[in-house]
Nanobody, 115 residues
C-alpha cells in the first residue's frame, strides 16, 4: 500500500519561509510527477507546483518566484521551499504523486501565515 506523508507546515509571519516535505512509502515501483496542491478555507483545491521525474517544474502564477519545488528520486521525496510567504498563502497543503500508474494524495499539512 502506498502512502504520502507531508511534514513541515506550521505558523509563520508574513515574509517568512517554510519548507514542506512529502515522503512516499510502500510498494513503489515507479514515481512519475509529484506535486503540491493547497486548499484555503472555503475555496477549491488548487495546484501550487508540480515536478516531473525529469525535474521539469510547473508553478501557479500566484507563487512563481517565491516557491521552489524539488525532488529526491532516491528518497521518494518531494519538497516545497516557500519564501516571502503572504497571508493569502494560508491553506492546507497536500502532496500528490503519480505512483505505479495511480494517483495518490497525502492527508495535508497546515500552513498559516500571520500578517
Amino acid at each position: 500500500q502506498v502512502q504520502l506523508v507531508e511534514s513541515g507546515g506550521g505558523l509563520v509571519q508574513a515574509g517568512g519561509s517554510l519548507r514542506l516535505s512529502c515522503v512516499a512509502s510502500g510498494s513503489i515501483f515507479s514515481i512519475n510527477a509529484m506535486g503540491w496542491y493547497r486548499q484555503a478555507s472555503g475555496k477549491q483545491r488548487e495546484l501550487v507546483a508540480r515536478i516531473t521525474r525529469g525535474w521539469r517544474p510547473t508553478y501557479a502564477d500566484s507563487v512563481g518566484g517565491r516557491f521552489t519545488i524539488s525532488r529526491d528520486n532516491a528518497k521518494n521525496t518531494v519538497y516545497l521551499q516557500m519564501n516571502s510567504l503572504k497571508p493569502e498563502d494560508t491553506a492546507v497543503y497536500y502532496c500528490n504523486a503519480d505512483i505505479n500508474n495511480a494517483n495518490y494524495w497525502g492527508k495535508g499539512t497546515l500552513v498559516t501565515v500571520s500578517s
